[in-house]
């Protein structure tokens, strides 16, 4: 798809059609975003790292690494 942006009034449009077309795209793949800078900075990001109440599943059980931290 291609969205043209040709005045400042389309541009007000167009963030949030881009926005809204990446959240419908997340949520098919199974991934839910509850906050819209959620996306901007998931594009950004390079490592994720969560603590032991984040929860990420795909109903099937495995470990693929397991790293230590020091201060």
Known sequence: SVL???CPCALSLATP???TAATGSLTRLGV???RGHALETLAQTSHMLFDKTGTL???KLSLAKVETFTD
Request: proline share 0%; no cysteine; hydrophobic share 50%.
């Open 4 to 6: 043209v942006v040709t």
């Open 57 to 59: 599943t795909t109903g």
């Open 17 to 19: 059609a881009a926005m």
């Open 32 to 34: 839910l975003t509850t």
